[in-house]
């Protein structure tokens, strides 16, 4: 099963990569008019700036601050997510100077990859396995700032900063930590409007989530993530993400009883469980057919109703806290409640019209929406339309 932290083998230094002109991107989409609406609220999280005369100060979300001479026009990312976010943030890649290579991962054959191909020849080789920094990669960059993990040890933050490089560090696990990376990335790159356009439009959506569980089906339905790794039983515990949006749209994790945030169970303890639905994460390439195929699952409720289903991905995997969280939830209220999703495809594209400055076709969703993967699946006929 592919390790947490990286999730593939980085390949070998590519070569430098021209910053593009963001501008030009503007043709896929139109002009991103929508990223000059005003403020709509408090910003969230601790990344609060300050000025020092010249200097933009910044407090990450650790609470250390980070200090730099004007806001960043080049940055290299360590933790998954933040590639694809610090994208949405800029409201174009021209700011991304290195990346993890499972950052990469996600990208190559994804929406955001089709609209932005340049990003397949941003250099990942910026860190290896557990986030740890290959500092000399990440020298050679020059970057005005490293988005680095600041509560998984200080061996994977102070190789960076005693070489000079100026770190910012993500706490991760909530979504007050999600809400406080895309308000952190708004600062330190000078367009607060556009993250708190992100914010408040997440805290939006949370109002409007239904609330308890579907009408007439007592208890809520029990929703099992897992990883979707070929080789392996990765389940969400208890302090995942995954959890959270999973009660969050009236459902229940079995694997609440895992304090931890992922832990690995065999056959057994599957069907033991016997979940309503199986949600299949983007972390490996397992499929719905996979489980319907499997004599060994063909007990397990899910299987034997056809609930299995694969997660969404778009500019990002879905599955983890991300600028597109809020059509996660959407997403997986849907199957929670059997109402199909209505307007979801249009909500995708509105969305990634802002975000990433491109319009999906109708083809593209299909892809985002994994229809083809969820097309032998309960429900997802028109899935969204």
Not at 284 to 298: H, I, N, R, S, T
Request: aromatic share 6%; proline share 9%; glycine share 12%.
């Amino acid at each position: 099963m592919p390790a947490v932290s990286s999730g593939e083998t980085p390949p070998g230094p590519p070569a430098a990569v021209p910053v593009p002109d963001v501008s030009r991107r503007r043709l896929l989409g139109g002009a991103l008019a929508a990223a000059a609406l005003p403020f709509l609220g408090t910003a969230c999280g601790r990344a609060e700036p300050t000025s020092t005369g010249k200097n933009l100060t910044v407090t990450d979300l650790t609470g250390r601050t980070v200090e730099l001479p004007r806001p960043a026009r080049r940055v290299v990312t360590i933790p998954l997510p933040a590639a694809s976010m610090m994208v949405a943030v800029n409201g174009g890649p021209g700011v991304l100077a290195g990346m993890n290579a499972a950052s990469r991962t996600a990208i190559k054959g994804s929406f955001l990859g089709e609209a932005y191909p340049e990003l397949l020849k941003v250099p990942t080789d910026v860190a290896g396995a557990e986030f740890a920094p290959n500092v000399e990669s990440v020298l050679a960059l020059e970057p005005d700032v490293v988005i680095q993990w600041g509560d998984r040890g200080a061996g994977i933050v102070e190789p960076l900063r005693n070489a000079g490089l100026k770190v910012a560090g993500l706490t991760y696990g909530t979504q007050k930590d999600l809400e406080g990376a895309v308000t952190l990335y708004g600062r330190l790159l000078g367009k607060e409007d556009r993250a708190e356009r992100i914010v408040s439009g997440m805290r939006r959506r949370l109002k409007q989530l239904p609330a308890g569980s579907p009408a007439g089906t007592g208890e809520p339905p029990s929703v099992l993530y897992l990883r979707g790794a070929a080789d392996g039983l990765r389940v969400g515990g208890g302090a995942s993400y995954n959890h959270y949006v999973t009660e969050l749209v009236g459902g229940r994790n079995p694997a609440a009883v895992v304090k931890e945030e992922q832990a690995t169970i065999d056959v057994e303890q599957l069907l033991k469980w016997d979940p309503d639905i199986v949600l299949l994460g983007n972390f490996g390439p397992a499929q719905p057919k996979d489980m319907y195929d499997d004599p060994a699952l063909a007990s397990l409720r899910a299987v034997r109703e056809r609930r299995v289903y694969k997660v969404p991905l778009g500019g990002y995997r879905w599955d983890p806290p991300s600028q597109e969280s809020p059509l996660m939830w959407q997403w997986l209220a849907a199957l929670v409640r059997g109402t199909k999703a209505p307007g979801l495809r249009a909500e995708v594209v509105r969305e990634y019209k802002f975000l990433y400055g491109a319009e999906p076709t109708d083809a593209q969703l299909d892809t985002v929406l994994q229809v083809r993967a969820n097309s032998g699946s309960r429900d997802y006929d028109d899935f969204g339309r």
